[in-house]
């Protein structure tokens, strides 16, 4: 197996996917796995699920060309995408509850930690190896559940789990092989060329997207990405390989990080669905669908320009000597990276700054000069906009007023 293999396996997988998945939506008519719009949905008909099954279709053909003289754990891989595409679909067609659906997660997870797919021990910056002995095995399997329903969080507007996926499993390919992890870094490109042959159909448009992944491709992205960020990075030495996936999928960790705080403020529980997602709040300014993932896309792509620099790890040598070009590419990538995440966090107030909230609020119902809202007002608009996590747009802020441009939200 070669780096080049990586190419070819992209390729294949991308093709199975794209192929088979306008074959998939009859079927999912056929067996009543469709998604039916709700008040906090971003369609408004129903459109086929299941898109899940194309996607694996794709990861096992390729796994089938470049991954045979692998070594167990792939094959373990395979088969626990395998089951987790199984119960995802069933999910999808029929409805699991959360206890249940979290139990096929950790089965699912269980056969590639049962095959050696295991955290065993983390490299800490000045601090060295931390080994995690026979803890390692629940913090594996608690952490690809994680992953799984991260993405499945992100999973709510056409086109960005998708994307998202695309860009991480394209990431890690990159790292992995730098990393002399060609095995990885093979599954990593197979799990991105998948998700982007999919993508194809899963794109935002006028008509909208012609089919959704679905939890039987939501989780079975996650359980992928997550056993190739184990096999790829967080089993060798590298001093940043802990940071590395964590910054390949910062956007759907925070947006999952930030729903669930939410949540639990409130006491509402965690796996309730609202409206508190990244792409919800786009779409509460006047986002249109394709303009919410574009900019969700371009955040990802920051990000994971940071992680590549800091995976290839060109600025020191060895000793721990920084050559100087390569230490001022880091600090410039790291300040994109951190401009445009400062950007996304105020364009969509995640943090809500309720001093900045009341003067937007008093400047902008107040055109000209005139007499703006009453304090009661502001007050009462700032305190449901905190608890709801919901903002209206206000005459005269970007974007207001202005959502013809991309088309309505969905």
Known sequence: ???????????????????????VRPLAR????????????????????????????????????????????SA????????????????????????????GQAAAALVPVAAGVVVENVTLPFVGALHLGWAGIPLTVIGIVAVM?????TDGVDGLAAGVCSIGGLTFAVVALSLGRVEAGVLAAITAGA??????????????????????????????????????????????GLFVPLVILA???????????????????????????????????????????????????????????????PYSDDAGNLNAGWTVVLVLVALVALAASIYLVYLLEILKFR??????????????????????????RIRREVETGEFEVVAGEPGAGEPGADGPPR
Not at 80 to 103: C, E, F, N, T, Y
Not at 149 to 153: E, I, K, P, S
Not at 222 to 229: E, K, R, V
Not at 360 to 374: C, D, F, K, V
């Open 1 to 23: 197996m070669t780096e080049i293999d990586a190419l070819w396996a992209f390729l294949v997988a991308g093709m199975v996917a794209l192929g088979l998945t306008p074959l």
């Open 30 to 73: 056929r067996v009543g796995a469709m998604d039916v719009p709700t008040a906090r949905g971003m369609h408004l008909e129903e459109k086929p699920r299941l898109g899940g099954l194309a996607i694996l279709a794709g990861t096992l053909a390729a796994g089938a060309l470049f991954l045979t003289d692998s070594r167990e754990d």
């Open 76 to 103: 373990a891989i395979l088969l626990g995408a395998l089951l987790i595409a199984a119960v995802g679909a069933v999910d999808d067609v029929r409805g699991l509850s959360p206890p249940l659906k979290l139990a």
């Open 149 to 153: 329903n991260v993405v499945n969080f």
């Open 195 to 240: 998700a982007l042959g999919f993508l194809v159909h899963n794109f935002p448009s006028r008509s909208g997207a012609s089919i959704f992944m679905g939890d039987s491709g939501s989780n079975l992205l996650g359980l992928l990405l997550a056993c190739i960020a184990i096999q790829g990075v967080l089993k060798t030495a590298a001093v940043v």
């Open 251 to 313: 956007v759907p960790f925070l947006d999952t990080g930030f729903v669930v705080l939410k949540r639990l403020k409130y006491r509402r529980p965690v796996y309730e669905a609202d409206r508190w997602h990244f792409h919800h709040r786009f779409a509460d300014i006047g986002f249109s669908p394709l303009r919410t993932v574009l900019y969700l896309y371009l955040w990802t792509l920051t990000l994971a320009a940071l992680a590549l620099v800091l995976g290839l790890d």
């Open 355 to 380: 001093k900045l909230r009341e003067f937007q609020l008093r400047r902008r119902t107040a055109p000209n000069g005139g007499e703006g809202a009453s304090d009661e007002e502001v007050q009462e």
